[in-house]
């Protein structure tokens, strides 16, 4: 069976400080891999989403950024924090074709 | 950009009622899912309905699409406790292939024992 591993659950970084955010995939091969940001109460905003390795659409320009350096690896970096990038980080993956998404358990950060 | 938008933002009712949360969309879609959050966690896969279809159920769930409005509800019915949560609906737009999904909103639902 399919699993998602996404970590750390939270994270306390100060404002300015270097951010990588892990997510990996076990039992699949070439899935789509997708980086989703939740603001507290609302909906998810989609970042980036990855069709392949080295393959990553960026959805929202901003100081993150993502790399895919294995099939079933997905990073998420940023350089510098802002406060705004507080916020509940989901990965997830999907097959090819119409399937449905599969979450990791996020991992909620706070900048500070 | 947020495609979808769930109608209400939250609903409240009674344990054994039927809980209806509709959504709506902006651009052509291949197809439309819904998806379960409970509090702190990520989402949970319901269902998947694709554009050529109009009706789907699953267990308690049924869901509607309308293509021609743009639209879709969900209805879950004799709600429980454990039906406590925020749905979400989700797109793919048609001329992203199916690469590409978006969420709405969302609805928070209570459901009150």
Known sequence: SQTIHQWPATLVQPVGSPLSLECTVEGTSNPNLYWYRQAAGRGLQLLFYSVGIGQISSEVPQNLSA?????????????????????????????????????????????? | ???????????????????????????SIN?????????????VHLILIRSNER????????????TSKKSSSLLITASRAADTASYFCATSPANFGNEKLTFGTGTRLTIIP
């Open chain 1, 67 to 112: 790399s895919r350096p294995q099939d079933r690896q997905f990073i998420l970096s940023s350089k510098k924090l802002l406060l705004s990038d507080s916020g509940f980080y989901l990965c997830a993956w999907r097959r090819q074709g119409d399937s449905p998404l599969h979450f990791g358990n996020g991992t909620r950060l706070t900048v500070t």
């Open chain 2, 31 to 43: 197809n439309l899912q819904w998806y379960r959050q409970n509090s702190g966690r990520g989402l």
């Open chain 2, 55 to 66: 009706e789907k159920h699953s267990g308690r769930l049924r869901v509607t699409l309308d």
């Open chain 2, 1 to 27: 950009s947020q495609q979808g938008e769930e109608d209400p933002q939250a609903l409240s009712i009674q344990e054994g009622e039927n809980a209806t949360m509709n959504c709506s969309y902006k651009t």
